[in-house]
């Protein structure tokens, strides 16, 4: 019997890939990869899916059409225990809540802050939503994690691709904006996402995945004991309401050096209202490339970080107050309950000059890859 062999093409950080597969079982048993989906809610009318993949290690990631959120990251501890290590909810109401701190989103059209809610191109000046203490936060009122994205499954079982066109005018920002995003999960227990943005107006561009991070799988309340270790000499400084100075500060004798693996909770209260920064790793990291991990010593589970982004942003929950409801297992989450860690460009880059540019054009193609993989220490 002859086996069918089809070809996918899509676009990804790195321009074109080809996907192929093979529809018989003896294809899918060889690469052990597996994609699920079923209903999770409706939203105005519109079907809410669950998209489940399952590699052949047994590890887990669960992806809504809704915000692109990912609901689930089940990976196994070192004794094989398998455990959800992302924050999340049991319905399709807790992500619609009042308040959700962007539990597990992708985040756009600009991720992190813009200062004043306003940025200018060229001699046009731009008014975004101030939602975030005047000044514009994760794409404004509705942003990229409150869509309904477009997703197709590619051959092969172990991806998806999101799709959503942003308008003219959508949030303030100018132009029509095509965004794709992929979720690939691979054999070696990584998550990879890729994004590729064109345009047909200049327009600011900051993309990134808002997922909170809890490697105990929710057997300690916070992530205080956790080790993280970043690859980033600098940190931008940030004024009362966060929005950075315009400098790039040494890391070096400060809480803010986790150039060596360091607890979170070690110095944490050392740095008003707790981490909320993006940090810059050094300029020879351009490209994809490994910049950080995360250890949970009770679990032993360890998350290492890769991205081709210029900076990370490391926020540890110090909003979280433990009001969300609907929350999964009815867990409390309560300040520093999980982290986020957020490959991007830098916080206001449209209005500070001597930052990494975020301004696409048309003609451009914007990329941006980052992969968190998952594995035992």
């Known amino acids: 019997m002859l086996k069918k062999l089809f070809t996918f093409m899509a676009l990804s950080a790195g321009g074109v890939l080809a996907f192929s597969a093979c529809n018989n079982a003896a294809e899918e048993k060889k690469t052990g990869t597996m994609l699920t989906s079923q209903p999770y809610g409706n939203l105005s009318g519109t079907e809410i899916v669950q998209y489940t993949l399952t590699n052949a290690n047994g590890m887990v990631v669960k992806i809504l059409n809704y915000g692109g959120v990912i609901t689930d990251i089940i990976t196994q501890d070192r004794d094989g225990t398998p455990g959800n290590v992302v924050l999340s909810y049991d319905t399709l109401a807790g992500y619609q809540q009042s308040g959700n701190p962007y539990f597990g989103t992708l985040v756009g059209r600009y991720a992190n802050r813009i200062a004043k809610a306003t940025f200018k191109i060229d001699t046009a000046t731009y008014q975004l939503a101030a939602n975030n203490n005047g000044n514009s936060l994760h794409g404004g009122l509705k942003g990229f994690d409150k869509v309904v994205w477009n997703v197709t ?225």
Request: aromatic share 10%.
């Open 153 to 377: 499954p590619l051959p092969g079982d172990s991806s998806l691709l999101l799709e959503y066109q942003s308008k003219d005018g959508e949030e303030g920002y100018p132009g029509n904006l095509n965004a794709k995003v992929i979720y690939t999960l691979t054999s070696q227990n990584a998550l990879k996402i890729e994004y590729v943005a064109t345009t047909d107006k200049p327009t600011p561009v900051n993309l990134t995945q808002h997922t909170y991070f809890n490697l105990s799988a929710g057997k300690s309340p916070t992530i205080l004991d956790h080790e993280l270790q970043l690859d980033a000499p600098g940190y931008t400084p940030v004024d009362d309401k966060l929005i950075p100075l315009g400098k790039i500060d040494s890391v070096k004798g400060t809480p803010m050096d986790f150039t060596t693996p360091q607890r979170i909770g070690s110095r944490i209260d050392s740095v008003k209202g707790g981490y909320d920064h993006n940090w810059v790793f050094p300029k020879e990291k351009a490209g994809l490339a490994q910049v950080g991990t995360l250890h949970d010593p009770a679990s032993g589970r360890l998350m290492t970080i890769f991205t081709s982004e210029p900076g990370i942003q490391f926020y540890s929950g110090n909003f979280l107050d433990g009001s969300l409801q609907h929350t999964r297992n009815k867990a409390v989450y309560a300040k520093h309950a999980g982290l986020c860690l957020e490959a991007q460009h830098f916080p206001d880059s449209p209005n500070q000059p001597t930052f990494p540019n975020t301004i696409l054009k048309p003609g451009e193609k914007y990329t941006q890859t980052t992969i968190y993989q998952f594995g035992v220490k």
